[in-house]
T-cell receptor
């Protein structure tokens, strides 16, 4: 039981490059979330998926796209990376009806030059 | 005004001290209140949650909610160096996955041996 896993752990991109951050969970979560965490800004929600087949924008969705590939996997894509997207990205999951108990992955540190 | 306000600290206390961490919020519709703990370079982990006014105790930790004042607190008794972390308050409108959590910016705590 790996919980919530994220790949890669660390990535360096040049401005304009694209990449996909992967998240997978084996905890049978219905809801999945992508956050970014910046110094002094706390955790901000980028996108979320309340259930398989649905996705919704969070507080800071610009520059990102997501795919809920199946119940286990929720990916975050940066089509054209910008230095402002340098951040630590966290994926989280929760059971419907217990969303206060979100389980977080270990994070992906992204540096955009 | 942000929906959830939290003093970022840092807060430094001696081992054994009682620690008080606080958040205020503006949306009176919030019903669920959580505290997450985040160690350096790790994902947040749920520490405590409550959905009513009053106190909830778990070992050395007590979560307090005052809905009339829109104020929540986390108390740590007999603080230990292992409690050194960033503490994030979070709240939501419901426990369903389609009403995401709103996080405070986090308070960094250091417990000095």
């Amino acid at each position: 039981n790996a919980g919530v896993t994220q790949t890669p752990k660390f990535q360096v991109l040049k401005t304009g490059q694209s990449m996909t951050l992967q998240c997978a969970q084996d905890m049978n979560h219905n809801s999945m979330y992508w956050y970014r965490q910046d110094p002094g800004m706390g955790l901000r929600l980028i996108y979320y998926s309340a259930s398989e087949g649905t996705t919704d924008k969070g507080e800071v969705p610009n520059g990102y796209n997501v795919s809920r590939l199946n119940k286990r996997e929720f990916s975050l894509r940066l089509e054209s990376a910008a230095p402002s997207q340098t951040s630590v990205y966290f994926c989280a999951g929760a059971q419907t009806g217990t969303q206060e108990t979100q389980y977080f992955g270990p994070g992906t540190r992204l540096l955009v030059l | 005004q942000k929906e959830v306000e939290q003093d970022p600290g840092p807060l430094s206390v001696p081992e054994g001290a009682i620690v008080s961490l606080n958040c205020t919020y503006s949306n009176s519709a919030f019903q669920y209140f959580m505290w997450y703990r985040q160690y350096s370079r790790k994902g947040p982990e749920l520490l405590m949650y409550t959905y009513s006014s009053g106190n909830k105790e778990d070992g050395r930790f007590t979560a307090q909610v005052d809905k009339s004042s829109k104020y929540i607190s986390l108390f740590i008794r007999d603080s230990q160096p292992s409690d050194s972390a960033t503490y994030l308050c979070a709240m939501s409108l419901s426990d369903s996955g389609n009403t995401p959590l709103v996080f405070g910016k986090g308070t960094r705590l250091s417990v000095i041996a």
